[in-house]
Every structure is written in structure tokens, then in C-alpha cells.
């Protein structure tokens, strides 16, 4: 089992920046990729970015040049940098890790964009 808890949401305004945290717990050794979701109301649930166990990231187009993915494995984190929020990024934010067959999800940080 692999616990996952989310932080650093909140209401920002537009222009603003985030940063969220992804904090990994349990079977750790596991963990091969993760990955931050977000689903805004009344809309499925997107990636938004991933990153390997390798370091390897991919981002959404749509926040291409303003997000960055990074993991530091000494603590067993993953962060979300956001920059030059949009209103449009409002949205509950998961984070997902996968490996070896699992697949675990925390419970999400809200983010709002708003002025």
C-alpha cells in the first residue's frame, strides 16, 4: 500500500503561484511513476503532469512553460510549481503514483484562481 496526501492549495490570484507537495508514504519502493491530475467541476479528470522514476516529466499543453514536475526521492515527495495561474487551472488536484501494477490516489487540494 502506498499513501499519498496532497498540500499547498489554496485561493490564489490570477498571475499567482503554487506550489503543491505530494507526500508518498508505505510501499515506497513501488512507486515507479507519479503524476498530478485535476478536474475542474462539471469536467473529467486530466493530467497534467508525470513524472518517472527517472526523472523523465511530460506536461499537459496547457500548462506547458508554466508548471514544473519535480521529485525528490530522499523525501518522498513530489511537487507541482505552478506559475501564471488562469483562472482556468481552478480545479481539484490528485496526485497519482503507479508501479508494479498499482495505482493509488490521494485525496486531492483544491486550487482556485480567482480575483
Known amino acids: 500500500q502506498v499513501q499519498l496526501v496532497e498540500s499547498g492549495g489554496g485561493l490564489v490570484q490570477p498571475g499567482g503561484s503554487l506550489r503543491l507537495s505530494c507526500a508518498a508514504s508505505?510501499?515506497?519502493?513501488?512507486?515507479?511513476?507519479m503524476a498530478w491530475y485535476r478536474q475542474a467541476p462539471g469536467k473529467e479528470r486530466e493530467l497534467v503532469a508525470r513524472?518517472?522514476?527517472?526523472?523523465?516529466?511530460n506536461y499537459a499543453d496547457s500548462v506547458k512553460g508554466r508548471f514544473t514536475i519535480s521529485r525528490d526521492n530522499a523525501k518522498n515527495t513530489m511537487y507541482l510549481q505552478m506559475n501564471s495561474l488562469k483562472p482556468e487551472d481552478t480545479a481539484v488536484y490528485y496526485c497519482?503514483?503507479?508501479?508494479?501494477?498499482?495505482?493509488?490516489w490521494g485525496q486531492g487540494t483544491q486550487v482556485t484562481v480567482s480575483s
Open positions: 497519482r503514483s503507479t508501479g508494479y501494477g498499482n495505482d493509488y
Open positions: 508505505g510501499s515506497i519502493f513501488s512507486i515507479n511513476a
Open positions: 513524472i518517472t522514476s527517472g526523472g523523465g516529466t
